[in-house]
């Protein structure tokens, strides 16, 4: 069974750091592309980050030179290194699983919230 | 950058009737063309993917349809449990990137 567990959340000051991680079970992530996707509190969905089988990396304009997504293969794990930290930042992260680069997200972790506020 | 907008923002209907969400394209997009459903306190999950193929699991009652700019997501008799938000999902070449709509709220009239 394919499952994804994000931790690392929490209340961070602005222009702080957090690593987020995305702990995967059931299949292999440099085998598939992982994202992050946030939601800001009443928000709509927005994409984040992406690490492909390859290990190529890409990001959102808004987190560009700021965040950096990364993985272990041996603990199967992705991860989210944010840094400068804004009050924009503030949402739900979720890792999300696509089998090819074209295909769709077919499965999300719970999320974790990160929270940036003085 | 294309921009997606769904509509209605806000779609009140009763169990049992026929619900029909738009997603619009400001330009052509691929065939990837994907629907979520989001209910209050979880994560996204798959419905429809490549416009009108049905992800594993998901009722037959949801239906994806359009091409070019114009998508559509029809629910052809809502249960209870539709009652939810939805999100049409797109993806640009390059560079790779992934743009979700805003959303729509089907709730319940």
């Known amino acids: 069974e394919v499952q994804l567990v994000e931790s690392g959340g929490g209340l961070v000051q602005p222009g702080g750091s957090l690593r987020l991680s995305c702990a995967a079970s059931?299949?292999?992530?440099?085998?598939?592309?992982m994202s992050w996707v946030r939601q800001a509190p009443g928000s709509g969905l927005e994409w984040v980050s992406v690490?492909?089988?390859?290990?190529?990396?890409h990001y959102a304009d808004s987190v560009k030179g700021r965040f950096t997504i990364s993985r272990d293969n041996s603990k199967n794990t992705v991860f989210l290194q944010m840094n400068s930290l804004r009050a924009e930042d503030t949402a739900v992260y979720y890792c999300?699983?696509?089998?090819?680069?074209?295909?769709?997200?077919?499965?999300w972790g719970q999320g974790t919230l990160v929270t940036v506020s003085s | 950058e294309i921009v997606l907008t769904q509509s209605p923002a806000t779609l009140s209907l009763s169990p049992g009737e026929r619900a029909t969400l738009s997603c619009r394209a400001s330009q052509t997009v691929s065939s990837f063309l994907a629907w979520y459903q989001q209910k209050p306190g979880q994560a996204p999950r798959l419905l429809i993917y490549?416009?009108?193929n049905r992800a594993t699991g998901v009722p037959a009652r949801f239906s994806g349809s359009g091409s070019g700019t114009d998508f559509t997501l029809t629910i052809s008799s809502l249960e209870p449990e539709d009652f939810a938000v939805y999100y049409c999902q797109q993806r640009s070449n390059w560079p790779p990137t992934w743009t979700f709509g805003q959303g729509t709220k089907v709730e319940i009239k």
């Open positions: 490549d416009a009108s």
């Open positions: 999300a699983k696509a089998t090819v680069a074209v295909s769709p997200f077919d499965y």
């Open positions: 690490i492909y089988s390859g290990g190529n990396t």
């Open positions: 059931g299949f292999t992530v440099s085998n598939s592309y």
